[in-house]
């Protein structure tokens, strides 16, 4: 069956097979890569895309159901060679180690920041709860997501802990 959507801005469409699932075809039919495939049960949160301004699950989602949709994928928040004020979070204060989870952390919490410009810790930590890091220990997540919100709300964010040292 053909498919098309709106894709980090662009109009695209392609073939999918009824069951083809919608990480699947960013992936394979589109080759955005950046979303990745984890559990495939909506258990970890690391195919997190935007679809029509809310963070949805890419591995529980046909790629029919997202017919006429306009999707953002963790490759569509850098413009014009600046990075996303969320992905410049995780770069400044290390919200990363192996990677793995950080497309998908990225995008959920742009849709944290976008519905709650000033969120306290335990509400950052409520809107990543369905992204898994095995890494982390989320702490500089959380970090990353506070210095976003910040830069988004047109603030200095907080200097990093280990610049007060």
Same mark, same amino acid.
């Given at each position: 069956?053909? $498919? +098309?959507? @709106?894709? !980090?801005?662009?109009? $695209? @469409?392609?073939? %999918? ?12 039919? &589109? ?8 559990? #495939?049960?909506?258990?970890?949160? %690391? *195919?997190?895309? +935007? ?5 949805? &699950? @890419?591995?529980?989602?046909? =790629? =029919?159901?997202?017919?006429? %949709?306009?999707?953002?994928? $963790?490759?569509?928040?850098?413009? !014009? /060679?600046? &990075? ?14 192996? /990677? ?12 944290? &920041?976008? #519905? !709650?410009?000033?969120?306290? #810790? ?8 369905? !992204?898994? *890091? ?15 919100? %910040?830069?988004?709300?047109?603030? #200095? ?7 007060? =040292?």
């Amino acid at each position: 069956m053909k $498919v +098309s959507m @709106s894709v !980090n801005g662009k109009q $695209v @469409s392609g073939d %999918a097979e009824p069951r083809t699932l919608l990480v699947h075809f960013l992936r394979e039919s &589109l080759g955005l890569t950046g979303t990745h495939v984890g559990c #495939e049960s909506s258990y970890c949160g %690391a *195919c997190t895309i +935007s679809l029509d301004g809310k963070a949805v &699950l @890419s591995c529980t989602m046909l =790629a =029919a159901q997202a017919d006429g %949709a306009d999707i953002t994928t $963790v490759e569509g928040l850098a413009s !014009n /060679g600046e &990075l996303h004020p969320v992905q410049e979070g995780f770069w400044e204060r290390h919200g990363l180690q192996c /990677g793995f989870c950080t497309p998908g952390m990225i995008m959920s919490a742009v849709t944290l &920041l976008e #519905e !709650n410009p000033e969120p306290s #810790e335990a509400e950052i930590r409520r809107g990543i709860e369905g !992204n898994l *890091c095995r890494c982390t220990g989320y702490h500089n997540i959380v970090r990353a997501i506070e210095y976003a919100g %910040a830069k988004m709300r047109g603030e #200095e964010p907080a200097p990093a802990e280990w610049e007060n =040292a």
